[in-house]
């Protein structure tokens, strides 16, 4: 009798992984899910200090790039609420890469950043050079352009917009003298 019952006990056993497969074999033959692909909006641009022979125009003649100047991107949606404000700073050659990490675009055409988005100087570190100008609606908001300009990688696409060129317009400039 114990020999009967230890036999089905061990066919039980011998049985027991067909009735429940192991999960490690399971997991093994399962799909992979892909590796989704991070986009990212940028806007870039570069940042002056407008000549005194040209200010109060919007010419860049003579102008000269501003290290560490600070340039504010703004997205509103299309009730003109904002949804996302950052300020950048420039680079040794007045150049700014603005990732808008955390920019989060509804479905709605209006939202996206050629129309929700701006580019506004913020403040300029040269004490002779810090006035705001208007030059490429910089004071009010520059409009972003669309340049067909994409990074790509294996799981990375930055989707790049351009703004500007901006520039801050010297505080004092001496008036030419024509001897």
Same mark, same amino acid.
């Given at each position: 009798? +114990?020999?009967?019952?230890?036999?089905?006990?061990?066919?039980?056993?011998? @049985?027991?992984?067909?009735?429940?497969?192991?999960?490690? +074999?399971?997991? %093994?033959?399962?799909?992979?899910?892909?590796?989704?692909?991070?986009?990212?909006?940028?806007?870039?641009?570069?940042?002056?200090?407008?000549?005194?022979?040209?200010?109060?125009?919007?010419?860049?003649?003579?102008?000269?790039?501003?290290?560490?100047?600070?340039?504010?991107?703004? *997205?509103?949606?299309?009730?003109?609420?904002?949804?996302?404000?950052? +300020?950048? %700073?420039?680079?040794?050659?007045?150049?700014?890469? +603005?990732?808008?990490?955390?920019?989060?675009?509804?479905?709605?055409?209006?939202?996206?950043?050629?129309?929700?988005?701006?580019?506004?100087?913020?403040?300029?570190?040269?004490?002779? *050079?810090?006035?705001?100008?208007?030059?490429?609606?910089?004071?009010?908001?520059?409009?972003?352009?669309?340049?067909?300009?994409? @990074?790509?990688?294996?799981?990375? %696409?930055?989707?790049?917009?351009?703004?500007?060129? @901006?520039?801050?317009?010297?505080?004092? *400039?001496?008036?030419?003298?024509?001897?």
């Amino acid at each position: 009798m +114990a020999s009967n019952q230890l036999t089905i006990v061990i066919c039980s056993l011998l @049985l027991l992984p067909l009735v429940f497969p192991s999960t490690a +074999a399971y997991n %093994e033959t399962a799909p992979t899910k892909p590796i989704e692909k991070k986009v990212d909006v940028v806007v870039e641009g570069m940042v002056y200090c407008q000549s005194c022979k040209y200010s109060g125009s919007w010419s860049l003649t003579g102008a000269k790039p501003i290290p560490s100047a600070k340039v504010g991107v703004i *997205c509103k949606n299309s009730n003109k609420q904002v949804t996302f404000y950052k +300020a950048f %700073e420039t680079d040794a050659y007045g150049y700014f890469y +603005a990732n808008l990490d955390g920019f989060k675009m509804s479905n709605n055409v209006l939202d996206h950043p050629l129309h929700g988005c701006h580019a506004k100087l913020v403040s300029s570190p040269l004490t002779n *050079c810090s006035l705001l100008s208007n030059v490429n609606y910089g004071l009010y908001g520059a409009p972003l352009r669309f340049k067909n300009k994409v @990074l790509r990688g294996t799981h990375y %696409e930055a989707v790049i917009y351009a703004a500007g060129p @901006l520039a801050f317009r010297p505080a004092q *400039c001496t008036p030419e003298s024509h001897v």
